[in-house]
């Protein structure tokens, strides 16, 4: 087992670019999502999915996009990269329980220039 | 509204001192809270949570209802517990709130 998956682990884009930051998981898990961490400030959920097909926004949802097509791959797109958007982002993954356990990926760690 | 509060930043001790690194959270519901722990180039992972009533690596947290807390402790820090800590609370659904963190520095 793989666990969490993501791709690349680092990224330099200028402003304006737009990239898609990529994330699987090989453990059938219904849930998956998106957080960006920063300093003083934890992570912040940025998009969500309970399961192929659906997806909703988290907490920091501007200027980023997911879809969710199939149940092991939840790819997260800047649209236009803008400055505000240098952080480290994590995609995890659990069973669609409360309770549940998210596993984490290693984290992209992105700076726009 | 759902909300986390670590309120330290950085949390330095003693090895084989006591720490407690603090949580405070509100939520209408009934919590499901955790704890996350992230060490030095690795990626983050849980350490507990409140409905196991576990202790894992010597670490115990216990949820007071009446304080809206679910403070960290350990008895005896060791240097291998120096890491990032975050709180995290559950909401129905199963979204994470995360708390801002807090550094453990253990100095030998």
């Known amino acids: 087992n793989a666990g969490v998956t993501q791709t690349p682990k680092f990224q330099v884009l200028k402003t304006g670019q737009s990239m898609t930051l990529q994330c699987a998981q090989d453990?059938?898990?219904?849930?998956m999502s998106w957080y960006r961490q920063d300093p003083g400030m934890g992570l912040r959920l940025i998009h969500y999915?309970?399961?192929?097909?659906?997806?909703d926004q988290g907490e920091v949802p501007n200027g980023y996009n997911v879809s969710r097509s199939t149940t092991e791959d939840f790819p997260l797109r800047l649209l236009s990269a803008a400055p505000s958007q240098t952080s480290v982002y994590f995609c995890?993954?659990?069973?669609?329980?409360?309770?549940?356990?998210?596993?984490f990926g290693p984290g992209t760690r992105l700076t726009v220039l | 509204a759902q909300r986390v509060t670590q309120p330290e930043k950085l949390l330095s001790v003693f090895k084989g001192a006591p720490v407690e690194l603090k949580c405070n959270y509100s939520?209408?519901?009934?919590?499901?809270l955790f704890w996350y722990v992230q060490y030095s180039r690795q990626r983050l992972q849980l350490l507990l949570r409140?409905?196991s009533r576990e202790s894992i690596k010597g670490f115990t947290a216990d949820l007071n209802k009446g304080e809206t807390s679910f403070h960290l402790k350990k008895p005896f820090a060791q240097e291998e517990d120096s890491a990032m800590y975050y709180c995290a609370l559950s909401d129905s659904w199963g979204k994470l709130q995360f708390g801002a963190g807090t550094q453990v520095v253990v100095t030998p």
């Open positions: 939520y209408s519901g009934s919590p499901e």
């Open positions: 453990m059938n898990h219904e849930y």
């Open positions: 409140h409905i």
């Open positions: 999915s309970v399961g192929a097909g659906i997806t």
């Open positions: 995890a993954s659990s069973y669609r329980s409360r309770g549940a356990e998210q596993f």
